[in-house]
Nanobody, 122 residues
Framework: VQLQASGGGLVQSGGSLRLSCAAS????????MGWFRQAPGKEREFVAG????????FYTDSVKGRFTIFRDNAKNTVYLQMNSLKPDDTAVYYC????????????????WGRGTQVTVSS
C-alpha cells in the first residue's frame, strides 16, 4: 500500500489543522493505521493509532484531548484532527500502516508515507 500524507502548514498556537493520509494500491481497511511525528533533533514518536474499523483509537499522553484520529475506509483515507496546537507540536508528521493493533513502535509499522510539515508559531 502506498500512503500520502497532506494537510500540514503553519498555524498559530491554539489553532487547528487536519492532516489526511490517502492510501492507494490496497484497501486501507486491511490495516491498522497510525500517525507519528519527528521534531528537529528528536526521535520519531508515536502520536495516535486506530483499528481497522475505526471503532477504537489510542493516543500518546501529550495529545490526548487535543488530537483525534479517524478514518473513512470508503475514501481510503485516515485523518488526524489537531486542535489547540502548541509550539511543541511542531514536527514532520507521518502516517503508517500496520497489521497489529496497539503498536506504538515505528518498526512495528510496515508501510510509511512521506511526511507533512506542521509548524506551530507562538
Amino acid at each position: 500500500v502506498q500512503l500520502q500524507a497532506s494537510g500540514g502548514g503553519l498555524v498559530q498556537s491554539g489553532g487547528s489543522l487536519r492532516l489526511s493520509c490517502a492510501a492507494s494500491g490496497r484497501t486501507l481497511s486491511m490495516y491498522v493505521m497510525g500517525w507519528f511525528r519527528q521534531a528537529p533533533g528528536k526521535e520519531r514518536e508515536f502520536v495516535a493509532g486506530i483499528n481497522r474499523s475505526g471503532s477504537s483509537t489510542f493516543y500518546t499522553d501529550s495529545v490526548k484531548g487535543r488530537f483525534t484520529i479517524f478514518r473513512d475506509n470508503a475514501k481510503n483515507t485516515v485523518y488526524l484532527q489537531m486542535n489547540s496546537l502548541k509550539p511543541d507540536d511542531t514536527a514532520v508528521y507521518y502516517c503508517a500502516a500496520a497489521t497489529r493493533y496497539g503498536v506504538v513502535i515505528g518498526t512495528d509499522y510496515d508501510y510509511w508515507g512521506r511526511g507533512t510539515q506542521v509548524t506551530v508559531s507562538s
